[in-house]
């Protein structure tokens, strides 16, 4: 009797991806999670990405009241509605999670990324950085004679469209924050 | 008027407030000083296993025979880490249980110090919450909030790891808070209009069927005793998931048998046919679903689970209710009665021909022998045999695990235990010994094959040294037969590593041990030799020596749906084609 014919690269295939009814739109959301500064909170949030195989596109976390022992982690994730849907469901799970709020979902939020951009060079190539840093509101936090260090606020869209433009001019060090947001309105 | 005491004294107290009457551990050098409180006490029973992975087993079956949770008490470094196992399989099950860890003191943490490993860490992933407790004053109150989250919601494991000097060092004890603190407070109440449109559904669906799982159970006896007032009521058939048995009794006129991979024909039929499914905590596991993409097509589907990451996971739900089953079971009765007790009677009595039909099939049917034993015959003959008594059945892992599921019946919750998520093969003996404990009285019987039970067969010292009087009731066929019937079906007959070599003299392990070992070969001596395992008082491994190559049937075949079950082996080899082959 035979055996059976795998199909060679058939391991791609699991249980999960037989799944026709969910929509696979890749989106693009900002999370924001509201946590108990304990030890081992952030792993857990990140745990609970890298083991169930969702994407984090950025990360911020930083305590926002320290009275109340919160922090505020700020994700930006990729992945199916439903997989937003789980991502959200499975955050809210966590025991020292308070509350999860999708942004992108709830209206419209405000969202800022902080740079660091180490551009080097020298004759005309420094004096068109520097201007084009003018055009962007970027401020020079370090200089010598043949190096800037700008420093850029903005949306990542922003942060990403000075980037490029500084390549070609002798950028050699990038250092990104990663977004930090906020819903807008009183709320 | 606060008490002033030790860490370890704290560890103790903080038990004997929760309730706590037995823990199931293994000492070692980093939770010396609790172990010293603990022989200073009456309150609290230690049973001493022989592997730690045994511990968290037995107190998983504690938990599963009880409704309360399990306690295990393990040492730091490899004390932890066998530990896991249990874990996560807890974690899989929703089973609540706290496993306090000792851990090398906190100045020496980080230090790669003798047996330390870094226990929240490897433990995080496998438990649903868990604490490291740097200062003692800590501890009283975080071994109450451990227990608090693993029996609130959806319930699961926890760890507290303690290190040495916090153990030593004194301060204040926290009594039990009256009420939880925190803001961990998972909801229990159901949305009442969603409730009210699944009425509705209920009210007017034509072959509507409840699909019941583990959450029924977790929920505790109440909501048992709701669904069957619900299924009664309304006569719409009621299936169950591995995990979920015994919640409606399978005497009762509505029960279909369990559903999933190796569930009964007409149940898994009735979920692919049916036009309202009620889905009451269980999570549309894969073993449940088979295919997704032909997962019951043409049904509504409800879903009450106390998990909101359980509602559409893997199936989109139109009716999704977060809440606890019991609060919701309870709504949902009220309000269908409010509206007049509604059912679609012509729909159901035609709903029902088509399941009798079904049963027709009689798909547990197999091929007797009178020379050998077969698997099932030795199930239906345990089954026969031990009806009448005050029995809880737990199981290992494999084709035993599935029959003793086809062939026995389950009249109430919290008598069946078995490793449903994880699958872990060695569950069985050590949770058999964790049941024993708290049903000192019952009778205990662990279903398994001889391969998983080698896994945790070191628990023999526990059951004998506590006069433990389980029974190991093993279906040995020399084979690891689930794997060996995959291989047989998927892996064109190439049995590699399947079967089991060099096994041990069952009944001279058993005398090894102080215990009693029973052979048992041929069919006409079966109910004797059954008789006498459950007439003796204390221990037994039964060695029942079955069908070699006996196949588990129904079987959904990987990556088929519900309505492609294989009955028997005439069509079995190449069942599994294509993209079903590389799933599990």
Known sequence: ?187 | MTRQMTGAKMVVQALRDQGVDTVFGYPGGAVLPIYDEVFQQNDIRHILVRHEQGAIHAAEGYARATGKPGVALVTSGPGATNAVTGLTDALMDSIPIIVLSGQVPTFMIGSDAFQEADTVGITRPCTKHNWLVKDTEKLATTIHQAFHVATAGRPGPVLVDIPKDVQFASAAYTPKPKAPLGHYQPQVKGDMETITQLVEAIETAERPVFYTGGGVINSGPAASQLLRELVEATGVPITSTLMGLGAYPASGKNWLGMLGMHGLYEANLAMHGCDLMINIGARFDDRITGRLDAFSPKSKKAHIDIDPSSINKVIKTDYPIVGDVGHVLEDVLKVWKARGRKVNREGLAKWWRQIEEWRQKDCLSFKPSETTIKPQHALQRLEALTKGHDRYITTEVGQHQMWAAQYLGFEDPNRWMTSGGLGTMGYGFPASIGVQVAHPDSLVINVAGEASWLMNMQEMGTAVQFRLPVKQFILNNERLGMVRQWQQLLHGERYSHSWSEALPDFVKLAEAFGAKGIICKDPADLDDAIMEMIEHDGPVIFDCLVEKHENCFPMIPSGEPHNKMLLGDAKATDAIAGKGAVLV
């Open chain 1, 1 to 187: 009797m035979s055996a059976l014919q795998i199909k060679k690269g058939s391991s791609k295939h699991s249980a999960y991806n037989l799944r026709p009814t969910f929509s696979d739109v890749q989106e693009t959301h900002t999370i924001t999670v509201l946590v108990e500064n304990e030890p081992g909170v952030l792993a857990r949030v990140i745990g609970l990405f890298s083991g169930r195989g969702y994407n984090i596109d950025s990360l911020t976390v930083a305590e926002v009241d320290p009275e109340g022992h919160l922090s505020r982690i700020t994700i930006v994730t990729t992945g199916t509605p439903q997989v937003i849907e789980q991502i959200k469901a499975q955050l809210g799970r966590i025991v020292p999670v308070h509350d999860v709020h999708d942004l992108t979902a709830e209206g419209s939020s405000v969202e800022r990324e902080l740079a660091l951009m180490k551009v080097s060079g020298t004759g005309d190539k420094r004096v068109e950085a520097l201007r084009l840093a003018d055009i962007f509101r970027a401020n020079v936090v370090d200089s010598t004679l043949s190096s800037f260090i700008f420093q850029l606020t903005g949306s990542p869209e922003k942060i990403d469209a000075f980037a490029d433009l500084m390549r070609p001019l002798g950028l050699i060090q990038v250092a990104r924050t990663g977004v930090a947001a906020l819903s807008r309105g009183d709320t």
